[in-house]
C-alpha cells in the first residue's frame, strides 16, 4: 500500500486551514492533446472556443485528470460556466484529519471563490469559505460529515447562477452562495489527506455531456471494500496525441433504482466508430473475489477487441472474435499484471490508424494491431464480469 503525504499549510488569519502548498499543474493523464495552445494559466490546453462561446466549449468537454497526484492543481478550461458540473472521485485516507477542494484564480491560493473542507475533528463537519486577496471571509460551517475514514466518495459540484451545489455520493450536501464572480475561476487544486482516481467536467445543459452513469440523489454510494493505495503513474503513451473524449450517455432504462453502479453487463454505442486518435476510457473497482472480466469493443457480432483480465491465470488476453471464431491469444505483457483485485483502475484505449495502444493506471502497457479494418464499423463498446464501473468516457 502507498504511503500518502499530505503537507499542511497553516496561513496567516487563515481559519479555513488548508493550502495547496506545492500543489503540481495537472494534465490528464500525463498526456497530450493535439492543437494545444497556451492558456492564460501558461499550462497546455486543448484548442477550441474560447471562454466566451459557452455552448461550443461545453460540447468540447474537458478531458478528465486520472489519478493526479495530491496536492494537485489543474486548470478549468475556460473557466467555470453556468451548468458546468465537476466531479471530484477518489478516497479518504484511513488516517484522515481533513482535506480541501478549492475553486479557485490561477495556480497561487490568493483568490479561492469556493472553499470546500472536511474536517474529522470534532464529530466531523465541513467548513465552506472564500478567499479575496490572501484573507479569508466568515466561515460556513455544515455540522454533518458525508466523508469516512477509509472509503471512497464521490463529490459532485455544480455550478449554478447564484451559487454552488455540493453533493456527495450522490446525496445533497449544501448549496453556498458566490462571493465572486464564479467567472473568475479558472483551476481547481485539491490538498489534504485523500488520493484521487479522476476528475471530471461535463455540462448539465447539453446532451453530449450528460452523466455516464445515473444515480438516485437519495441513495449513497456503497463499496464491499475499502480502497487502497496506488502509486502515481508516470505519462501513459509519450508523444501519442489524443482528441478529447465525452462522457457516455446512460439511458434512463439502464438506471435501475437502488443501485449505485450501472447494471452488468454495460453497452453503450461508440458514435462514429474508431478511427486514428479516438479515445476510450473506461474506471472501475475489480471486485475482491474477481475471477475475470473483459472489455470489448464490438462490430455487429464480431469482437474486434477482446481485453480480458484473467486472475486466476494471472494474464491479460487480448484477441479478435470473426463469425464465432476466435483468433490467436495474444498474452505477453512488458510487465506485471498491472490489474489488481479490489482495487480500482483506469484503462485508456486509444486508436491508431493500424493499432490499438492501451494504458492502465496511466502507464503503456501494450499495442493490438487491428484484426478488422473497418474502423467506423467498431462502433460498440460492452464491459462485463467482474467490475463495478464508475466511470466511461468516449
Known amino acids: 500500500m502507498m504511503s500518502l ?23 490528464s493523464l500525463g498526456l497530450s492533446f493535439p492543437e494545444q495552445r497556451t492558456s492564460r494559466l501558461g499550462v497546455n490546453s486543448s484548442s477550441g472556443p474560447s471562454a466566451g462561446e459557452n455552448m461550443m466549449a461545453f460540447q468540447r468537454p474537458q478531458p478528465p485528470f486520472l489519478y493526479p ?9 475556460g473557466g467555470l460556466e453556468d451548468g458546468l458540473q465537476i466531479t471530484v472521485n477518489g478516497c479518504v485516507h484511513p488516517s484522515a484529519s481533513r482535506f480541501a477542494v478549492n475553486l479557485q ?18 464529530g466531523g463537519y465541513v467548513v465552506c469559505n472564500t478567499k479575496q486577496k490572501g484573507n479569508w471571509g466568515v466561515e460556513e460551517r455544515k455540522m454533518h460529515m458525508p466523508f469516512q475514514k477509509g472509503a471512497p466518495f464521490e ?12 453533493t456527495v455520493n450522490g446525496s445533497f450536501f449544501v448549496q453556498y452562495a458566490h462571493r465572486v464572480p464564479f467567472s473568475s475561476v479558472n483551476a481547481i487544486s485539491v490538498a489534504g489527506c485523500v488520493q484521487l482516481f479522476y476528475i471530471t467536467f461535463k455540462s448539465t445543459r447539453v446532451a453530449l455531456c450528460q452523466p455516464a452513469f445515473t444515480r438516485p440523489s437519495s441513495q449513497p454510494v456503497r463499496s464491499p471494500h475499502k480502497c487502497k493505495g496506488r502509486k502515481a503513474r508516470p505519462p501513459g503513451f509519450g508523444s501519442a496525441n489524443f482528441a478529447p473524449v465525452t462522457p457516455v450517455v ?62 486466476n491465470e494471472n494474464a491479460v488476453v487480448r484477441n479478435t472474435q470473426i463469425k464465432g471464431s476466435w483468433g490467436s491469444e495474444e498474452r505477453r505483457l ?30 503503456h502497457l501494450f499495442e493490438y494491431n487491428h ?14 464480469g467482474d467490475i463495478q464501473l464508475t466511470h466511461v468516457q468516449i
Request: glycine share 8%.
Open 334 to 363: 512488458p510487465r506485471q499484471m498491472p490489474f489488481h483485485r479490489g482495487q480500482s483502475v483506469a484503462v485508456w484505449i486509444m486508436c491508431e490508424s493500424h493499432c490499438l495502444k492501451v494504458a492502465v493506471d496511466g502507464q
Open 105 to 122: 484564480s490561477g495556480f497561487s491560493e490568493n483568490d479561492i471563490a469556493f472553499h470546500f473542507n472536511p474536517r474529522f475533528q470534532e
Open 155 to 166: 463529490l459532485c459540484i455544480l455550478v449554478q447562477s447564484s451559487h454552488f451545489q455540493v
Open 5 to 27: 503525504h499530505f503537507e499542511p499549510v497553516q496561513t496567516p488569519g487563515d481559519q479555513s486551514g488548508w493550502s495547496p502548498a506545492g500543489a503540481r499543474r495537472g494534465r
Open 250 to 311: 446512460m439511458p434512463t432504462a439502464q438506471s435501475v433504482p437502488g443501485q449505485m453502479f450501472p447494471p452488468m453487463p454495460f453497452f453503450t454505442s461508440i458514435p462514429g466508430g474508431l478511427y486514428p486518435s479516438k479515445s476510450i476510457i473506461v474506471t472501475g473497482t475489480v471486485l475482491p473475489s474477481a475471477q475475470q472480466f473483459h472489455i470489448n469493443l464490438r462490430s455487429g457480432s464480431d469482437i474486434a477487441f477482446h481485453l480480458n483480465p484473467r486472475f
Open 371 to 384: 484484426r478488422l479494418k473497418n474502423l467506423p464499423a467498431i462502433n460498440n463498446l460492452e464491459v462485463a
Open 69 to 77: 497526484a495530491v496536492p494537485f492543481t489543474g486548470e478549468i478550461q
